[in-house]
């Protein structure tokens, strides 16, 4: 695996990956990996691209400084995992790297409800961000294919949106959510849970799940939300919000037999992480 910090060097090295007739699967990640990360190295290896990973702490996307302060850096052993998993090239840069002073990079587009409701409802600014720091990566590695998980569903969808306005000729691959045995969804901030939240954690999912079932048994919305919501109450969770939502819009749904595509999805605090996941209910 080559490592890189700064773009000259990146470039002349995909240069010599084209010529040679690869092409380019791009991972974007913050770091403090794990195995939901390192599946998306290993799609893109088994799709027969190129693998290249890049790490970094996008402060532009956090809109808690605190919060920005405390999240996890492992650069050590992010670069082990990534070896191991057959990573071939990982691009460290860092801030200045990615925005260098005076240029104003920042994507603005409007994408409506896409960036209002649930995350954007409770982490203002923070989709301006993400969508700014993907375009930027996205300008200096110029991959085929983008893999991103599912995790992040309403991030998947605006980067789907992103892709789509601004025509950039990347195909989005998008990866199942990598969970623990007990249902908690794979997360750098998991590194963060006492371990008494860690076992609340996984309640999480169970509320996600639940709700799913009672969707597909013909249960109200309005039954569901309640149920959902005191399953995390009940573990000790703190619930921001508990969404059924259509999955191309993410607007909220009220009778689930109208929508063909159906997902849902939740944040929580766990003491003082705040976790988020969701579920595709029914996709057709």
């Not at 000259?8 to 380019?24: C, K, N, P, T």
């Not at 998993?85 to 994408?111: H, K, N, S």
Request: aromatic share 6%; charged share 25%.
């Amino acid at each position: 695996m080559r490592l890189f910090e700064t773009i000259a060097d990146l470039r002349e090295w995909l240069l010599e990956q084209r010529r040679s007739g690869h092409s380019i699967g791009f991972v974007p990640t913050m770091g403090a990996l794990h195995l939901g990360h390192l599946s998306l190295v290993r799609a893109a290896e088994a799709a027969g691209d190129v693998s290249v990973v890049s790490i970094f702490v996008n402060p532009t996307q956090f809109n808690d400084p605190e919060d920005l302060r405390r999240y996890p850096r492992t650069p050590e052993r992010d670069a082990t995992l990534l070896q191991e998993a057959g990573c071939r090239a990982l691009f460290r840069p860092d801030v200045e790297e990615i925005y260098p002073p005076g240029q104003d990079l920042t994507v603005r587009l409007d994408f409506g409800p896409l960036t209002e409701v649930m995350e954007g409802q409770y982490r203002p600014g923070h989709f301006q961000g993400m969508v700014t720091v993907v375009k930027r990566l996205l300008d200096i590695v110029q991959p085929q294919r983008l893999y991103m998980g599912q995790k992040d569903f309403q991030q998947l969808t605006i980067v789907r949106a992103m892709l789509q306005r601004l025509a950039i000729p990347v195909e989005l691959v998008a990866c199942p959510t990598v969970r623990e045995p007990d249902g908690l969804a794979m997360s750098s901030r998991n590194e963060r849970l006492t371990p008494e939240m860690r076992a609340a954690a996984p309640a999480l999912f169970r509320a996600l799940a639940a709700a799913r079932e009672g969707c597909l048994a013909g249960m109200a919305i309005a039954q569901i939300r309640p149920m959902a919501m005191r399953i995390l109450k009940d573990a000790g969770l703190r619930p921001e919000y508990f969404e059924l939502v259509d999955g191309c819009t993410l607007l909220p749904v009220e009778d689930p037999s109208t929508c063909p595509f159906l997902v849902a999805c939740a944040a929580a605090w766990a003491g003082d992480v705040r976790l988020i996941d969701n579920l595709i209910v029914k996709e057709t």
